[in-house]
């Protein structure tokens, strides 16, 4: 198919440089196009972030990540930060940390994320390492499948770091990223949180990442239930989602936590997961693991003196009853 440009319906114009197209269209991002159009159809050369999100319907932090890209290519110049390294000095700060990589995994017990952060890639940089690895051009391609749109420089950052960096093969990605669309959790910043706490936790094997997944799923299926048990409609917070995972860890039932929610609502009248949480404890120290239990051993026995008294009130309503027939027979006679 062939297409003309119809420059009579144009009307104002703007210069749009060579070198965007010849060297960066293909880095580029739909948003940074969007974003790097409205920058230079602009009459100032100082500019917002919210006022380029309200222009072109980004969202703020979109436009934020589409302007770091331009800046990594030295196209746009952010007044508020230091003037970027020549890429020299930012080779030789790469090979350090490369170079410090390979020393933190030879003492695993040594890593943490107190001493460990992520190396700065160009977009040029990320393109060179993609193209260079084919596992990671199958991850990046198979991420951006499933999310169905193009993973902006910023999140190609996260997911070069958490396999060039902290050393997570493209298979454990692809399962933590498999993980958490799982959960309706698909942001790649949600996907390096948990990838930086599991580096924390030494959780980095393929071995140790699959249980770990297994856990959370188990949790998470265990979460619900709970919350479902308790009619809560918004997730738990951070203190409760404590409670809840050392409940799952006493190999406690749905049904006996259940039961322990239905004596606090009780005797409470209200959801208080502090007063369940010593009901369930308590039941768990005395082995109760089902409502029978707790039923049977925490009933309070009737008192024999109890017992007797019932007993002489029930045998003297009854002489009662029959000397007041014998009076009422007596008179009518």
């Not at 746009?76 to 390979?102: A, C, F, G």
């Not at 996260?158 to 997570?168: D, R, T």
């Not at 208080?272 to 039923?295: A, H, M, P």
Request: aromatic fraction near 10%; hydrophobic fraction near 35%.
């Amino acid at each position: 198919m062939e297409y003309n440009i119809l420059i009579k319906n144009w009307g104002r114009m703007f210069t749009v440089p060579c070198t965007v197209v010849d060297e960066y269209i293909k880095l580029a991002s739909g948003n940074a196009v969007k974003v790097l159009l409205c920058l230079l159809c602009s009459n100032s050369n100082k500019f917002k972030s919210e006022d380029i999100a309200s222009m072109t319907g980004i969202n703020t932090s979109e436009v934020d990540d589409a302007i770091e890209f331009w800046c990594q290519l030295e196209v746009i110049e952010n007044i508020n930060k230091p003037t970027r390294v020549k890429d020299t000095e930012k080779e030789v700060i790469v090979q350090k940390q490369e170079k410090k990589s390979i020393i933190e995994a030879e003492n695993p017990a040594k890593n943490s994320l107190s001493t460990k952060t992520s190396v700065k890639y160009s977009p040029k940089e990320i393109e060179k390492i993609v193209q260079n690895s084919a596992d990671l051009k199958f991850m990046m391609d198979n991420i951006q499948t499933v999310l169905k749109k193009p993973i902006t420089y910023t999140e190609q950052c996260s997911l070069v770091n958490l396999h060039e960096y902290y050393g997570f093969s493209v298979s454990i990605i692809l399962m933590l990223f498999d993980y958490c669309q799982s959960i309706g959790k698909t942001r790649i910043a949600y996907v390096e949180a948990i990838a930086k706490d599991w580096f924390q936790r030494d959780i980095i094997t393929h071995e140790a990442v699959e249980k770990e997944i297994i856990r959370l799923i188990d949790y998470n299926s265990f979460e619900n239930k709970v919350k479902f048990a308790f009619g809560l409609e918004t997730r738990p917070s951070p203190k409760q989602k404590k409670f809840i995972d050392d409940w799952m860890k006493l190999g406690l039932s749905i049904d006996m936590i259940t039961f322990a929610y239905e004596k606090c609502v009780d005797n409470t009248n209200k959801l208080s997961f502090e007063y369940i949480n010593k009901i369930l404890v308590s039941w768990s120290e005395n082995k109760y693991t089902k409502r029978e239990d707790v039923i049977s051993k925490e009933q309070k026995p009737v008192q024999r003196t109890e017992m007797k008294s019932e007993k002489k009130n029930e045998h003297s309503y009854d002489l009662d009853e029959i000397f007041k027939k014998s009076f009422r027979t007596a008179t009518k006679n």
